[in-house]
């Protein structure tokens, strides 16, 4: 095997585990951002796991995450709570980068 044989594969495996932590990061996220919402629509017990599911599945409606904003702005929407797109949008930052920090100190 040559130099760059070792050194494609070494892209390789850097890109699917880079990948991987993109889905976890988005995963935990999403999580996250379903139990804020779920907070502000009063869901709880086993309707909050329920909705995770719903937003979680949400996000593998397309690339991107405008689906996710999408799913959580129209359910608040319906139920009267307003929120705005910018706070929205901040939240879901904030989430992602807190999902990304705890990922990379090996929290669970």
Known sequence: ??????????????????????FKAESRRNKMLA???????????????????AVRKADLAEAGDMDVFRKVKGDLTAKGI???????HKQMGEFLAKA?????????
């Open 35 to 53: 139990e804020w919402a779920a907070a502000k629509l009063g869901v709880t017990g086993a309707a909050l796991e329920d909705y995770i599911k």
């Open 1 to 22: 095997m040559t130099a760059f044989d070792d050194r494609e594969k070494g892209f390789e495996k850097k890109f699917a585990h880079d990948a991987e932590l993109k």
């Open 82 to 88: 307003a929120v705005s797109d910018a706070d929205l």
């Open 100 to 108: 990304v920090s705890e990922i990379e100190s090996g929290k669970s």
